[in-house]
């Protein structure tokens, strides 16, 4: 899953969690964790209210690479959905099941930085 930071523009910059490199569209991304994903299709649009941040999320799908840590993960795992739920935040907890949901347009909900409001 990636999505947009604030201030980061589309194209040669980074997308959240995801290095984007658009001069070969059919090999894999690699992420930050060192996983190369393929981009599957935008999943949810998210924003902050409080902020005035609004994240674009997508689903991606594993192709290679090896996991390692970085400057701002200090573990990598692979989450089934009760996990998810368990141990994310609800506003990001959210992202990643409307992710992996089988609907076939993107969501888009707002929140607070701590609560779903819509």
């Known amino acids: 899953m990636a999505g ?3 201030a980061e523009t589309c194209g040669i910059e980074r ?3 995801v290095a984007y490199c658009p001069g070969d569209p059919g090999a ?3 992420e930050r ?3 190369g994903v393929r981009v599957d299709r ?3 649009v998210y924003k902050n209210v ?3 941040v609004v994240a674009l999320v997508f689903l991606c799908h594993p192709e290679g690479g090896q996991a390692q840590l970085s400057d701002e993960s200090t573990a990598v795992e692979w989450l089934i959905p009760a996990e998810v739920i368990n141990r994310m935040g609800t506003v990001f907890a959210i992202r990643v099941l409307d992710a992996i949901a089988e609907g076939e347009s ?3 909900r707002t929140h607070d930085g701590r609560v779903i409001l819509d």
């Open 4 to 6: 947009q930071e604030y």
């Open 15 to 17: 997308w959240r969690g």
């Open 28 to 30: 894999p991304y690699y």
């Open 33 to 35: 964790t060192g996983i």
């Open 42 to 44: 935008l999943t949810g």
């Open 50 to 52: 409080a902020r005035g």
């Open 106 to 108: 993107a969501v888009i």
